[in-house]
């Protein structure tokens, strides 16, 4: 008789039970993957329709410091305060090393007739979306990395996000390519400095030569390739300790700048210091063009897109893009 009512009442009780507990313990469970971003290519009057995209979710922001995913988490990435100054070349160190550790996308996509993608169910963390560049008559447009991050600041689930192009035109001639390394430290930091440096250079995402950088070549390379439309992008193999490395470009120059990070420990706590630039001065560039035409300040330097920050639900601390909240699916 015991048996008997514990099969038809106390074990159906305890199913419902386990299927309840995500509810009870969990309430954000249902709400924790609602959020969505939608990508909107235009450029002026063109509609960038079929641009390929790939968002990868690299890991969660505390404050400025970023805690990655496995991938990504061995490599010294120098990623400023992630402010409205820093947050491009932020989100292009992190692509070169996307690309470099062939991180796995959490989802693809392409824009449609309108030029816009969505991406759905994305929960809370940071994310980088990655463009491959398009071919529109004999204009070819290159996307700029976007970095972002949703949280639960507020209840907005929808958000659009407007990507920064530059653009050049297609030529059966070789184009020349750049890649500079500058150290920002002191002199008594230069002995921390490595004898050499290999740079990987990577088109279109396929490893394409291994470089050695040092004093003998005053740590510069320069290499041709057709001007087809390819993107390149190069990443640094091995950082050397105590540097951290960032990463800028444009279309043809890559700057890749190693700053000296100064570790004191006091007690139980470790504070590090970073060396601030003074003298260097990378190679200039073309000020990129952009759907939203923010002022840029030439500095001497590659050009530093000044971009605010959004507030809210998904905040954007990447490069070149402003976002406004969407209207919410569900609104009348």
Known sequence: ????????????????????????????????????????CRQDETVLTGMEWSLYRIG???????????????????????????????????????????????????????????FGGLSNGLYLASG??????????????????????????????????????????????????????????HSARPADLTVDLYQDGVLKETVTLNEGNDWEYTWSALNDGSEWTVAEREIPEPYAVMIDSNSSQFLIRNTYQETTTTGSETETTTTTETTTEPPATEPPSTTTKPSLVQTGQLWWPVIPLALGGVILVGAGISMRAGKKKNEK
């Open 60 to 118: 969660v922001r505390h404050d400025t410091a970023i805690e990655f995913v496995p991938e990504l988490s061995g490599y010294s990435m120098d990623l400023g305060d992630l402010s409205s100054k820093t947050v491009d070349t932020a989100a292009k160190t992190i692509e070169s090393y996307v690309t470099a550790v062939s991180l796995a996308p959490l989802a693809n996509g392409q824009t449609d007739t309108s030029g816009e993608l969505t």
């Open 1 to 40: 008789m015991r048996q008997t009512i514990r099969k038809r009442y106390i074990l159906p009780l305890i199913a419902g039970l386990l299927l309840l507990f995500p509810l009870r313990f969990c309430p954000d469970a249902a709400a924790a993957a609602d959020k969505t971003i939608t990508l909107i």
């Open 132 to 189: 491959k560049t398009l071919e529109v008559g004999n204009t070819v447009y290159y996307p700029s990395a976007l970095l972002l991050e949703i949280n639960d600041a507020d209840a907005s689930l929808d958000y659009d996000a407007y990507p920064k192009f530059y653009q050049s035109t297609l030529s059966v001639e070789a184009k020349e390519y750049t890649v500079k390394k500058v150290w920002i430290d002191d002199d008594d930091a």
